[in-house]
Structure formats: C-alpha cells, structure tokens
C-alpha cells in the first residue's frame, strides 16, 4: 500500500514530522468476539473462569475495562475471543463505534470488536481516543454506501484511514487528551457546574479532538 502524509492543523512543541495516513487493517489485528451458545450454559460463579467481557461491564466515563460482572466456563473458550490488557475492544452495536482499553484478560462476544496491536504502532491511549473520533465513524457511514449503519464488522473497521504520528507525539496528545476528559469529569461532580458549563467543556474537547487527528 502507498503510504500517504499529512501535516496535522495543530501540533504541540516539538513536533514537526508529518503523519503517515495509512490503511488502519495493515497495522492491527481486528476480530469479532464469539459467544458459546446457550450462553446460560456456561455462565459460571467458579473464581477460575473466564471473565466474559459485557457491554455493561464497560465505565460511563473513562475508557479502561477493569472488571466484569460475570464469568463463563474454560469449555467456552473456543468459541469466543480471548482479549488480554492493553488490547482495545470496539462496541459494534448497542453503544455504537464506542472504545476502551482492557485492564484484565477476559472474552468477549460477537457485541465486540477486537483490536491488538500486533506491531507495537500505536500508544493505547492515543489509539482509544482516534477510534472514537467522528472521523473514524465517518468513514464508516462512507464504506456502508451511505446506509444507516448500525453494527460494524472488521471490514469496516479496517478500511478507515487512520493518522500515524510516531510513538512519542502519540503519548502526547494521548495524555493531553486524557487531562482534559479528567477535567470534564471533575467539573460534573460539582453541583453548581451548569448543563451549560459541562456542553461548553466537552465542545472544548471535541473541538481539540478533532483539531488535532484533522491533516491538510
């Protein structure tokens, strides 16, 4: 594949390499999640089973799975999708495109998408916040011919174009990003923040977002 370039619109101090944009599906590993079925028929209270990897199990706000509420039996596991930490997992359903980073090893089923980044391109903090940029979900709308799409596939997944700066810009932005999603949270627990001091706070973010995964 001919690698492509681009300037970002904003960078931080520093940095002044262009980013390759590159085909997202030759620098990951994406899999769909299997579930074993009857699903009831696995599902076990043993300490020593498979945590089973659920929608619900994901955090409202922040982006790590720590836990899950349920495990599955060992018999399961060839027919579902082992994830371990530092792997990213897509919802491709129900919370549509949504990522997060996994904490524990567990499994996850067909609800999920998963992401390894088998050559070590990308910073995990870095790669959450692009895989839940509009631009990645735009894509996907454009690959499904302008259908409404309401689950995603590997396919495409894989076909988007995604922005590769290198390791140290990555962790970067990835902190700076991650400082403000804190901020957002810290201002919501605060009873006098208003509706529209939290929308004013967020548009900041995805604005900054969107600035800095956006080339020319």
């Not at 949504?98 to 089923?109: D, K, L, S, T």
């Amino acid at each position: 594949m001919t690698e492509k370039t681009n300037v970002p619109e904003i960078r931080f101090v520093g940095f002044t390499d262009p980013w390759e944009q590159r085909k997202f599906s030759d620098l990951v590993l994406i899999e769909r999640g299997g579930s074993p079925r009857p699903i009831d028929a696995y599902i076990t209270e043993d300490p020593a089973g498979l945590n089973w990897v659920k929608i619900g199990d994901a955090p409202s706000m922040g982006r790590y799975i720590t836990s899950t509420s349920e495990k599955i039996k060992l018999e399961g596991l060839s027919k579902t999708r082992q994830v371990y930490p530092g792997d990213l997992v897509l919802s491709n359903s129900m919370s549509f495109g949504r990522p997060y980073i996994m904490a524990v090893e567990g499994c996850i089923h067909d609800g999920w998408l998963l992401i390894r980044d088998t050559q070590n391109q990308f910073d995990p903090v870095f790669l959450c916040h692009m895989l839940g940029t509009s631009q990645m979900l735009d894509q996907y709308r454009m690959f499904a011919s302008g259908s409404t799409v309401n689950n995603l596939n590997k396919e495409l997944v894989g076909n988007a174009t995604v922005p590769l700066p290198n390791r140290d810009e990555q962790v970067r932005i990835g902190k700076y990003l991650d400082e403000l999603d804190t901020l957002i949270t810290l201002h919501q627990r605060e009873p006098q923040f208003t509706d529209m001091g939290y929308m004013r706070v967020e548009r900041a973010l995805m604005t900054m977002s969107m600035s800095l995964f956006s080339s020319s």
